[in-house]
T-cell receptor, first 114, second 117 residues
Framework: DTAVSQTPKYLVTQMGNDKSIKCEQN?????MYWYKQDSKKFLKIMFS???????INETVPNRFSPKSPDKAHLNLHINSLELGDSAVYFC?????????????FGSGTQLSVL | AQKITQTQPGMFVQEKEAVTLDCTYD???????LFWYKQPSSGEMIFLIY??????QNATEGRYSLNFQKARKSANLVISASQLGDSAMYFC??????????????FGGGTRVLVKP
């Protein structure tokens, strides 16, 4: 069983469209994250939820809206997609936010906006 | 604010040799944790090793060891006996004890390693 699974793996869409990426973890973790990896491989946190509560909201355009229906799921909805949104989006989870809590990552969603 | 710097964008290493990947960090947090992740060409992020700022000994995990020098704010990863499968991007990351920041994991820019046969 995959620990952190996200779908779809690839997403190709036109500018202006709205799209969603889904993430589920079966590790029993209570904290989930969305990271964005740009074309230069730089990883930057976007959001973090702890037990369905938003705890990190980095400077991200309002077009990005996370939703956590329960602590095992964290979805990312993106409105009015722009060319600059093209990137790999990673979902991750950890058991809390302790110093030694490593993140378990999903396999990533490659988003290409045309 | 936390900052992680990896100054080596890319490097070659001969198979079976050791390689050291540099990582320096900057933080005002009194306690923090340092991580290394590997990202092969397939794209997944794989946890390698962890070092706590108050750990007395340098962390080791199989062929991976972390050369932690707190005064110099460096946490270099050493991979011994390199294998072809070690070819990947390697990321240094830090989590500080700052609840206001949500204890996020901040990543460096990565180092690409290519192991030559």
């Amino acid at each position: 069983d995959t620990a952190v699974s996200q779908t779809p793996k690839y997403l190709v869409t036109q500018m202006g469209n709205d799209k969603s990426i889904k993430c589920e973890q079966n590790l029993g973790h209570d904290t989930m994250y969305w990271y964005k990896q740009d074309s230069k491989k730089f990883l930057k946190i976007m959001f973090s939820y702890n037990n369905k509560e938003l705890i990190i909201n980095e400077t991200v355009p309002n077009r990005f809206s996370p939703k956590s229906p329960d602590k095992a799921h964290l979805n990312l909805h993106i409105n009015s997609l722009e060319l600059g949104d093209s990137a790999v989006y990673f979902c991750a989870s950890s058991q809390g936010g302790g110093l030694n809590e490593k993140l378990f990552f999903g396999s990533g969603t490659q988003l290409s906006v045309l | 604010a936390q900052k992680i710097t990896q100054t080596q964008p890319g490097m070659f290493v001969q198979e079976k040799e050791a390689v050291t990947l540099d990582c320096t960090y900057d933080t005002s947090d009194p306690s923090y944790g340092l991580f290394w992740y590997k990202q092969p060409s397939s794209g997944e992020m794989i946890f390698l090793i962890y070092q706590g700022s108050y750990d007395q000994q340098n962390a080791t995990e199989g062929r991976y060891s972390l050369n932690f020098q707190k005064a110099r704010k460096s946490a270099n990863l050493v991979i011994s006996a390199s294998q072809l499968g070690d070819s990947a991007m390697y990321f240094c990351a830090m989590r500080g004890f700052a609840w206001a920041a949500g204890n996020k994991l901040t990543f460096g820019g990565g180092t690409r390693v290519l192991v030559k046969p």
